[in-house]
C-alpha cells in the first residue's frame, strides 16, 4: 500500500522566511502526489499536483514543490512566507479504486505558523 | 470553488442514535467520496461512490453506510452512533477515474456524539 509521511506536526516560521514542509512516499510505482492546504473551519483546496509530467511542481499562491525520486521526497516550498499561509498542509498519494475513482491517502499533516 | 455543500454543518448527538450527512453537488461529477478527518490520523477514506446505486467501501467503514439515489446527492449514515465517530466528516468529488485527477472538498460537518 501506499504512503506518505509528514516529517514536523508544527512548523513556525517568520514572515519573510522560507517554508518549507516536508513530504516521503513509499510506493513500489511511481507515485502520483497532491498538496492540499486547510484554513480554519474551511475544506480542502488543492495547493498543486505531481502527475510525472515534471519534476517541479508550481502551484497556487506561490507554493512550488519538487518530485525526487531518489529521495523518495515530494517537499513543499515557498520562498516567502506571508501571514495569510497559516494553515495546516496536507500531502497525499493518490491510487485508483476498484470501482473507479481515486483514493488519497493522506500524511497527518503539519500546521505552519507564521510569525511577525 | 467547486459546488459542493454538507450539511448539517454541525451536529451533536447521542450515543446509540442514527445520523444521517447528506453531501451535494452542482457540479455533475461521477465520483464521490467521504472523508472523516482526525487528529494525528489525516483524512481516512469511508465510503466512495462510482455512480448512482454504485457505492463501494473505503478503509474506515465499519459503523457507517451510504447511499447514493441522485448523481449529486450522496448520504452518509452512522446506524447508531458512537464516541469513535466524533470527528469532522468531509465529502469530495472528482470527474475522472485517474490518479491524477484533483478532489475537490466540501466545508465538512462537524460530528459530536455525547
Known amino acids: 500500500a501506499q504512503s506518505v509521511t509528514q516529517l514536523g506536526s508544527h512548523v513556525s516560521v517568520s514572515e519573510g522566511a522560507l517554508v518549507l514542509l516536508r513530504c516521503n512516499y513509499s510506493s513500489s510505482v511511481p507515485p502520483y502526489l497532491f498538496w492540499y492546504v486547510q484554513y480554519p473551519n474551511q475544506g480542502l483546496q488543492l495547493l498543486l499536483k505531481?502527475?510525472?509530467?515534471?519534476?517541479l511542481v508550481k502551484g497556487i499562491n506561490g507554493f512550488e514543490a519538487e518530485f525526487k525520486k531518489s529521495e523518495t521526497s515530494f517537499h513543499l516550498t515557498k520562498p516567502s512566507a506571508h501571514m495569510s499561509d497559516a494553515a495546516e498542509y496536507f500531502c497525499?498519494?493518490?491510487?485508483?479504486?476498484?470501482?473507479?475513482?481515486?483514493?488519497?491517502?493522506f500524511g497527518t499533516g503539519t500546521q505552519l505558523k507564521v510569525e511577525l | 470553488d467547486a459546488g459542493i455543500t454538507q450539511s448539517p454543518r454541525h451536529k451533536v448527538t447521542e450515543t446509540g442514535t442514527p445520523v444521517t450527512l447528506r453531501c451535494h453537488q452542482t457540479?455533475?461529477?461521477?465520483?464521490m467520496y467521504w472523508y472523516r478527518q482526525d487528529p494525528g490520523h489525516g483524512l481516512r477514506l469511508i465510503h466512495y461512490s462510482y455512480g448512482v446505486k454504485d457505492t463501494d467501501k473505503g478503509e474506515v467503514s465499519d459503523g457507517y453506510s451510504v447511499s447514493r439515489s441522485k448523481t449529486e446527492d450522496f448520504l452518509l449514515t452512522l446506524e447508531s452512533a458512537t464516541s469513535s465517530q466524533t470527528s469532522v466528516y468531509f465529502c469530495?468529488?472528482?470527474?475522472?477515474?485517474?490518479?491524477?485527477?484533483?478532489?475537490?472538498f466540501g466545508p465538512g460537518t462537524r460530528l459530536t456524539v455525547l
Open positions: 469530495a468529488i472528482s470527474e475522472l477515474s485517474s490518479p491524477t485527477d484533483t478532489q475537490y
Open positions: 505531481y502527475t510525472s509530467a515534471a519534476t
Open positions: 457540479e455533475n461529477h461521477r465520483y
Open positions: 497525499a498519494v493518490s491510487d485508483i479504486l476498484t470501482g473507479g475513482g481515486n483514493k488519497l491517502t
